[in-house]
């Protein structure tokens, strides 16, 4: 990983969960990304902080952060740390359909679209970019989807580190029981995001 900053300072890690069954388990993937050493920053959609608003007290206390849902005012003052990395996971459908195409009518939306943005342009600029990595949590059916394929693609295009499929997370088909939210693979995302140092 690439820290733009020339101080010693804890490498910034903000893990932006959207609205799958795996944002239940993102207590794992905080502990993981701390245990590698990164001061985690937990940011939500709105559907996913909604699932969790029993947790957020103790997820921020974990953190050490506000878990952040919603835009802040105009002119109020950040209450995250600058990042150096972003982990987009779990990713749904409708998020990376929707990141693919620069949306930010949510807060988690707007964080990576300018991030890839970002990124997009500190290459053309010769710098060394902030790596993201995402990784997904959907069905089959889903994973089909012409959009979804598309936005993909625009992803890695950019620059993302998309983890779908072998080395990342595999579809499951409907109705099956495959889904084991449980057990989604942050460690992979954690790794990947190693990788890119």
């Keep these: 990983m690439t820290i733009?900053?020339?101080?010693?300072?804890?490498?910034?890690?903000?893990?932006?969960?959207?609205?799958?069954?795996p944002v239940h388990h993102v207590r794992s993937g905080i502990a993981r990304a701390q245990e590698r050493g990164y001061d985690t920053c937990l940011i939500l959609t709105p559907t996913a902080a909604a699932w969790l608003v029993s947790e957020l007290p103790a997820l921020a206390t974990l953190t050490g952060h506000p878990v952040r849902s919603t835009y802040k005012q105009p002119g109020a003052e950040d209450a995250l740390p600058d990042p150096d990395a972003f982990v987009v996971a779990p990713a749904t459908l409708n998020t990376t359909t929707k990141w693919a195409?620069?949306?930010?009518?949510?807060?988690?939306?707007?964080?990576?679209?300018?991030?890839?943005?970002?990124?997009?342009?500190?290459?053309?600029?010769g710098e060394a970019p902030q790596p993201i990595v995402a990784m997904p949590y959907l069905n089959a059916w889903q994973a089909a989807h012409p959009a979804f394929v598309r936005a993909v693609e625009t992803l890695r295009q950019a620059g993302v580190e998309f983890l779908l499929g072998d080395g990342g997370f595999n579809p499951h088909v409907p109705h099956t029981g495959q889904s084991r939210p449980g057990e989604f693979p942050w460690a992979k995302a954690l790794d990947a995001l190693q990788a890119a140092r």
């Design 4 to 21: 733009r900053s020339t101080s010693t300072r804890t490498p910034v890690l903000y893990l932006i969960g959207c609205a799958a069954p």
């Design 101 to 125: 195409d620069g949306h930010q009518d949510n807060l988690a939306l707007g964080l990576a679209a300018e991030a890839l943005g970002r990124r997009v342009y500190d290459t053309a600029q």
